[in-house]
Each structure stands twice: as structure tokens, then as C-alpha cells.
């Protein structure tokens, strides 16, 4: 059974850094693209960045600049650098993992930011 787990969420300041973290495990990580999407209260899940098993990486223009988002295939890792942050950064990030055929979510982690 495929799990995915995140973790590095908690409170900060606005302009503070958060690094998130997503191991996944029981799954051929480099053939899927990983990615990690956010949803705030009352608002739709939205994507923060993807990185494709090719190695290339798309952030939302909201985190560009501030957010970089690396993986690491040999340990089935994924994760999200957070910089500057901002109030509007205040979210539930989930990690998602997406082949042709499967896709799969982590369970969430918090952040929050806020003075």
C-alpha cells in the first residue's frame, strides 16, 4: 500500500521560512510527477508547484520567486522551501504524486502564518 506522508508545517511569522517535506513510500517515485497544492479556508485546493519526472518545475505565479520546490528520487522525497512568507500563504499543503495511470495525496500539514 502506497503511503504518503508530509510533514514541516507549523506557525510563522510574515517573512519568515518554512521547509515542508513529503516521503513517499511503496512506489516507483521517479516515474511520477510530484507536486504540492494548498487549500485555504473556504477556497478551492490550488497547485503551489509540480515538478515532472523529468526534472522540470512550474510554480503558481503567487509563489514564484518565494517557494522553490526540489525532489530527491533516491529517497522518495519531495520538498517545498518556503520563503518571505506572507498571511495569504495561510493553507492546509498537500503532496501529490500523478502518473499516467495513478495518482496519489498525503493526509496535510498546516501552515499558518501570522503575527
Known amino acids: 500500500q502506497v503511503q504518503v506522508v508530509e510533514s514541516g508545517g507549523g506557525l510563522v511569522q510574515p517573512g519568515g521560512s518554512l521547509r515542508l517535506s513529503c516521503v513517499a513510500s511503496?512506489?516507483?517515485?521517479?516515474?511520477?510527477?510530484v507536486g504540492w497544492y494548498r487549500q485555504a479556508p473556504g477556497k478551492q485546493r490550488e497547485l503551489v508547484a509540480v515538478i515532472t519526472s523529468g526534472g522540470s518545475t512550474n510554480y503558481a505565479d503567487s509563489v514564484k520567486g518565494r517557494f522553490t520546490a526540489s525532489r530527491d528520487n533516491a529517497k522518495n522525497t519531495l520538498f517545498l522551501q518556503m520563503n518571505s512568507l506572507k498571511p495569504e500563504d495561510t493553507a492546509v499543503y498537500y503532496c501529490?504524486?500523478?502518473?499516467?495511470?495513478?495518482?496519489?495525496w498525503g493526509q496535510g500539514t498546516q501552515v499558518t502564518v501570522s503575527s
Open positions: 511503496r512506489i516507483f517515485f521517479r516515474f511520477y510527477a
Open positions: 501529490n504524486l500523478r502518473s499516467t495511470t495513478y495518482e496519489y
